[in-house]
């Protein structure tokens, strides 16, 4: 593993086997940032930051300053079946009619990248600051801006807690349904990139779900687009339920030291 600037580094891994995906060259203003509800997205006028490659989150030689996942990681969260948390700019055509969350098997859609910010309400979270278990975040969907969302809307196929895309991360438009709390159980009391996490939602009481048994079919969404993909709901009365389908993991992404280990 190389450094490559004090923010981010190139992490290069063997054998060869990252993902890549579409991603814009990143600039880094270092001037003053206003405060704001709406995360912080890596854009610039000064400095070209550094060019970064996928590191595989399950790698076991990670090096320990990029151990953790942090505010500003921009990563793929990977089901315990081998699917990733995916969305798309298609709507749910039931339910809330927002945007559509789903789970697909390929790793090499950019549309499975999601950005780790801070609890809406709360000030920008800085990037690289540890999330901590027990710690209530906010997860947006890289391409479209939209944040994972979840209310009282019945899921399409097995009619659970909908799981859609909601608001706007750019215009800071966000509410309280788009609040996660991380549970997860780690040596270091934080989020471990090499560690399985359950994401709660406070607003319902239900986590966020996925099982093979919902999936997307000719039979129960004829002719759609997402024939093959999981559904991703919200499993009701989460706390008291025991099903390794509530589990996720970080899997290939961006990822920054933790503040302070620079």
Known sequence: VGSCGADVVWCLLSPFDLTFVHL???????????????????????????????ARGDDDDMDDDFSLVTCG????????????????????????????????????DSNSLWEIVGKNGDPICPQGTPIKC?????????????????HLHASPVSHRLEISGYGNALEGASDSGDNWKVECDSHSGYWQRDSKVKFMHPDTGGCLFAQKEAAFTNQNCRGCPI????????????????????????????????????
């Open 24 to 54: 814009s060259i990143h600039f880094l203003s270092r001037g003053t940032h206003k405060k704001s509800t709406a995360p912080m997205h890596i854009s610039s006028k000064l400095f070209v930051v550094a060019l970064v490659a996928l």
């Open 73 to 108: 990681s921009t990563l793929k969260l990977k089901h315990r079946t081998g699917y990733h948390l995916h969305s798309h700019d298609i709507n749910w055509g039931s339910g809330s009619g927002q945007q559509s969350v789903t789970a697909m098997k390929s790793s090499d």
């Open 134 to 150: 027990g710690s209530t975040i906010r997860i947006v969907h890289h391409n479209t801006k939209k944040y994972l969302h979840s």
């Open 227 to 262: 024939i093959g993909q999981l559904e991703v709901s919200g499993l009701q009365n989460c706390a008291y339920q025991k099903s390794s389908d509530q589990y996720w993991k970080a899997a290939d992404g961006i990822f920054f030291p933790k503040r302070g280990s620079q």
